[in-house]
Each structure stands twice: as structure tokens, then as C-alpha cells.
């Protein structure tokens, strides 16, 4: 599995260095694409590995869900707006603070190349200590990097953010969940798995419109307002629940497992199309408006 995230992180940052080596308006990149998924389907015809047995699992609520573990469910929430937010809407933000296509390939690549650096350490820190405190320090320094992109508007200011939130919030769902197994049977994480994917899922289902509504109506910055305000709550609500319940032997911990985001990237893709629209419409206008000043440049020759 950790080999299987190496491998989708690094596709997934090579794919957003693609956009600047052709035409998007192009049938280029779409041609190259085609040619990956086919060639990404030849290893599973190729193989002869049998599927694995099902094995019987208890099933569970999402009210027993909350009752086992009420920070994991709510920082799976929390963490599905976030994850909305950074993959979903930051092409938007860049489209919206004037970046360029390549700024803006740099941006969402730095975002991905955090996540996939910032995995493996923070696991190594999770099987030694109380897994709470290191939710709760890692959705801190997210919500401080959330106000570092709040306070300067450099490029190079978003970019550093980016790395570091993409660095915390991929962490922070793996944490989630193997701080909620910490409280589980083996027959019932998959059950409890389903229930976090459900909740995660509900979190990146309004996330976009809660947000898209705040940056249309009060401006781009509330990109990193969101990132900050749900930073925030997860770490506020990791301080409570340390007051409600003791934490669990670090002998009894379920081993850390690097997961992906589940705001799958073809969501990053598809905002990715907004952007190389506005783009081309703004290329369009300025072709416009020059034909438009040498019309009237011949005119005032002839009068």
C-alpha cells in the first residue's frame, strides 16, 4: 500500500507538470492520456494474482460510529471540506488571484508532493505517541500555514502553503482512521471503515458549495479563510475529546497506514478545465482588442 501511494502521488504530480507541455485546447494531451489508461490496464490483464477471500465483518451505524470514536467522525467530516476545498477549489483561487497556467500547475503539484513527502514521517511519529496530540499539532500548523496564504499574497507565500497543508491534511486522514481502529475490533474496521468513508464523503459533498459561495461572495482569500476555519475546529475539537476520554497504550496501536485523499484528483482535473478556459477566452480578448486598435489605427490614417 505504501508503494501503491508512491506510485499514485508521483503520477499525479507529473500529470499536472503535462498541462504545460501542449496545447489544453489541443487534442494533444487528450490523445496522451488515452495512450496512459490503456497501458495503466495491461498490468491487471497480464496478471493471475487471485482475489482475496471475503471474510465476515460486524456491520455498525454511524451512531455507534460516533459513539466509538466521536473525533475521528467529526475530523472526517472536517477533513472531507478540507479535502474539497484544497482539490476542488484551488484552481478557482488561482484562477481568481491572477495566476498563470504553470503558476497554477505549480501550486496544486506542491500541494500533492507535501502529501506524499509528509506521509512517512508523521506515520513513524503516529505508532510512538498519543495519536490525538499529533492530530491536534498537525491541524495546527495547517491552520497556521492557512493564515500565512491569509497574510501574504506572494507566490511563492501560496506555494509554501500549500506544501505544507497538502503535507498535513494527507496525514491527518490516515491518522483518523488508525486512531478510530484503536478503538475497534478486527470484524468491525470494515464496517467503521464505510461509515468514515461515508461521513468524509457528506464533508466533500458540500465543502464545494459552502466555499464557492464564501469565495464568490467576499472574495478569493476565503480559500484559505475555509483551510483555516476547518484546521481550527479539528484541532479545537482534538483538545476536547484529550479531556473526555484517556488515550490508548501505544502497545495497542493499530499500525499506521498512508491512505490517499478520497477527493479523488479527477476533481482537481476537472476545476483544472475552468481555468484553462479563462485562460484561453483571456488570450481571445486580447487578440480582439488588437484587431480591434489597428481598425481604428488604419481608420485615422485614411481621415
Known sequence: LSLYLIVQMTGIVLGQLLLNTADPSGYDLFVLISVLVSLSITPML??????????????????????????????????????????????????????????????????????????????WLSDRMDRRRLIVVLAIIGAFMAWIGIMFDSFGAVVIAGLVIGGTSNPLYSLLV???????????????????????????????????????????????????????????????????????????????????????????????DIVEEEVLEAAEEAEEADSAGDVGDSEDERN
Open 46 to 123: 497480464l496478471s493471475s494474482t487471485a482475489a482475496p477471500l471475503h471474510q465476515s465483518s460486524q456491520s455498525m451505524s454511524l451512531r455507534e460510529l460516533m459513539d466509538t470514536s466521536p473525533l475521528g467522525t467529526v475530523g472526517m467530516f472536517l477533513m472531507g471540506g478540507v479535502f474539497a476545498c484544497l482539490f476542488a477549489m484551488s484552481p478557482i483561487y488561482a484562477t481568481e488571484r491572477g495566476l498563470s497556467l504553470s503558476q497554477t500547475s505549480t501550486f496544486i503539484m506542491m500541494i500533492f508532493i507535501g502529501g506524499m513527502v509528509f506521509q512517512y514521517p508523521i506515520g
Open 178 to 272: 488508525a486512531y478510530t481502529n484503536d478503538y475497534l475490533e478486527h470484524d468491525q474496521m470494515s464496517a467503521a471503515a464505510g461509515g468514515l468513508l461515508f461521513v468524509n464523503g457528506l464533508g466533500a459533498m458540500f465543502g464545494p458549495i459552502l466555499i464557492g459561495y464564501a469565495m464568490s461572495s467576499f472574495g478569493a482569500e476565503w480559500f484559505f479563510i475555509t483551510l483555516l476555519l476547518l484546521m481550527s475546529a479539528i484541532a479545537l475539537y482534538g483538545i476536547y475529546r484529550m479531556t473526555r476520554r484517556s488515550t490508548v497504550d501505544i502497545e495497542y496501536h493499530v499500525p499506521y497506514v498512508p491512505m490517499g485523499t478520497r477527493s479523488t484528483p479527477i476533481t482537481a482535473e476537472m476545476a483544472m
